[in-house]
């Protein structure tokens, strides 16, 4: 379903991305922001289902600034070489190549944001400084440090109950300071969306994405 397009930031960075399309005219676009592991097979798929309910849907890979083609698996060195891999990015890059990303969306009408993981943090962040139509955050780590910036448009964030580490007394300050935003909790550790991860919970997984589809519908289309 999807292809491979270069793009280039505001600072002259070029890089990779995943884009699946739907099969007939888009009903918006949506940013899909990667975990820690790249735009591996899991991201991909997320993306063509995404394009499959309709969406114009691009994976901007945003490893690309550190080490291009970057698709990592789940075990314990992956998990670290992503982190590695991380460490060496600014958020000021990567919410550049997410607005290359949101530019390349432009025709297909509202754009928003879905992220996991880390993509969560980003997600939130790009809420808060690229004035998307919409964002969704998946388990952000990095959201509760950054909860005094103020969203410029819709959010929903999904947390699991179980995940050692985002506590939940972090969730509810989060909660706390967007009262206006949707939150919610599942019965689930870090990143129970992945069914590639022993994390994965089915239950919470498909509930989380039903919110999720009827939220975009309601801010995006």
Known sequence: MGDTVKLTADDG????AYV???????KAGLVIVQEIFGVNVHIRGVADGFAADGYLAIAPALFDRVEPGIE??????DVAEGRRLRSQ??????LSDVSA????LAG?????VVGYCWGGSVAWLAACRLN??????YYGGNIHECRNEQPSCRVMLHFGEEDSGIPMDQVKEIGAAHLQQELFTYPAGHGF??????????DSAALARERTLAFLGRTIG
Not at 101 to 104: D, E, N, T, V, Y
Not at 132 to 137: L, N, Q, R, S, T
Not at 193 to 202: E, L, Q
């Open 193 to 202: 969306n992945c069914d590639m991860r022993g994390s994965y919970h089915a």
């Open 20 to 26: 699946a399309r739907p099969a007939e005219q888009p």
């Open 108 to 112: 297909a009408g509202k754009v928003g």
């Open 101 to 104: 990303a949101m530019g390349f």
């Open 13 to 16: 960075h070029s890089f990779d």
């Open 89 to 94: 990015l600014k958020w000021e890059e990567v």
């Open 132 to 137: 998307p139509g919409a964002a969704v955050c």
């Open 72 to 77: 990592l698996g789940y075990d314990k060195e």
